[in-house]
């Protein structure tokens, strides 16, 4: 098994920036593939992007050249680096660990508590 933790959600400005952390415990974490989704009320669970073996990367069109995903497998941690945020940027970020790397959601089995992103315009 593998627990999940993100940190570092807030609330900014339009235009800030904010960078996300994942802090894996329990088994190796360079073993997983690991991504980052992003949930709204009401609406289901948002592929961001992930990042496959620390060196393969893949975006949501999105955020793409705004959003850097990142990992230190020395430290068991994955790191979501956001920049010019927008209003609809708003949302829980949650990150996620599987053994296929995949957009979709329900491919993932371990997934971190969520922290909140609050974009002000």
Same mark, same amino acid.
């Given at each position: 098994?593998?627990?999940?933790?993100?940190?570092?959600?807030?609330?900014?400005?339009?235009?800030?920036?904010?960078?996300?952390?994942?802090?894996?415990?329990?088994?190796?974490?360079?073993?997983?593939?690991?991504?980052?989704?992003?949930?709204?009320?009401?609406?289901?669970?948002e592929?961001?992007?992930?990042?496959? $073996? $620390?060196?393969?990367?893949?975006?949501? =069109?999105?955020?793409? $050249?705004?959003f850097?995903?990142?990992? =230190?497998?020395?430290?068991?941690?994955?790191?979501?680096?956001?920049?010019?945020?927008?209003?609809? =940027?708003?949302?829980?970020?949650?990150?996620?660990?599987g053994?296929?790397?995949?957009?979709?959601?329900?491919?993932?089995?371990?997934?971190?508590? $969520?922290?909140?992103?609050?974009?002000?315009?």
């Amino acid at each position: 098994q593998v627990q999940l933790v993100e940190s570092g959600g807030g609330l900014v400005q339009a235009g800030d920036s904010l960078r996300l952390s994942c802090a894996a415990s329990g088994r190796t974490f360079s073993g997983y593939h690991m991504a980052w989704f992003r949930q709204t009320p009401g609406k289901e669970r948002e592929f961001v992007g992930f990042n496959w $073996g $620390g060196s393969v990367t893949y975006y949501a =069109d999105f955020v793409k $050249g705004r959003f850097t995903i990142s990992r =230190d497998n020395a430290k068991n941690t994955m790191y979501l680096q956001m920049n010019s945020l927008k209003p609809e =940027d708003t949302a829980v970020y949650y990150c996620a660990a599987g053994s296929s790397y995949s957009t979709k959601w329900y491919d993932y089995d371990y997934w971190g508590q $969520g922290t909140q992103v609050t974009v002000s315009s």
